[in-house]
């Protein structure tokens, strides 16, 4: 299944709020614990507009949005300034289907061309599909946090270290 991957624009933001509600829903994927409003989304929506170094990209199937994916600075000290962080949300319909593996794939070369040589991942533990997903693009676990965050069901999660170098 082919996709188009592209910058997104600010007429994506109220499903990009969808889809995040989605996993906050669900669980054990983002440790944001009440859904949000596009209001309450638009400063981290801002905060990648215009940015060449970690811009916001839409993933879009027959002209829908179906998901998102996008790289953030790891650290502000300088020698982090070669490490990101990626990070990417798809609809519960659009997942399984190999969208995330286009959008993972993407973003990684895109961080390549930015000059970036290493991605981490913040991950829940309990999140197998995407602690899955970056396995199959050789990240690896570099370091676990164990039961440090207590999940909206109540169970406490514990926060997975998964990282990769591109160069």
């Known amino acids: ?30 440790a944001d614990l009440q859904s949000q409003t596009p209001a309450e989304r638009r400063p981290w929506f801002e905060e990648h507009q215009g940015q060449e170094k970690y811009p916001l990209f839409g993933v879009y199937q027959d002209g829908e949005l179906v998901g998102y994916g996008y790289l953030s600075a790891f650290n502000t000290r300088k020698a982090y300034a070669m ?4 990070s990417y949300y798809l609809d519960m319909a659009a997942r399984g289907h190999g969208i995330g593996s286009q959008l993972l794939s993407f973003l990684m070369d895109y ?12 991950v829940f533990a309990e999140n197998a599909r995407s602690n899955g997903l970056l396995l199959k693009y050789g990240f690896s676990s570099w370091g676990k946090l164990p039961q440090v ?9 514990s926060l997975e270290y ?3 170098r591109l160069v």
């Open 149 to 157: 965050a207590k999940g909206n069901d109540g169970d406490w999660l």
């Open 83 to 86: 490490t990101a962080e990626v």
């Open 162 to 164: 998964m990282g990769k």
């Open 111 to 122: 961080a390549k061309k930015q000059g970036i040589e290493v991605l981490v991942a913040l």
């Open 1 to 30: 299944m082919t996709v188009d991957i592209r910058l997104a624009t600010p007429a994506d933001l109220p499903k990009m709020t969808a889809i995040y509600n989605e996993s906050i829903t669900a669980g054990k994927i983002t």
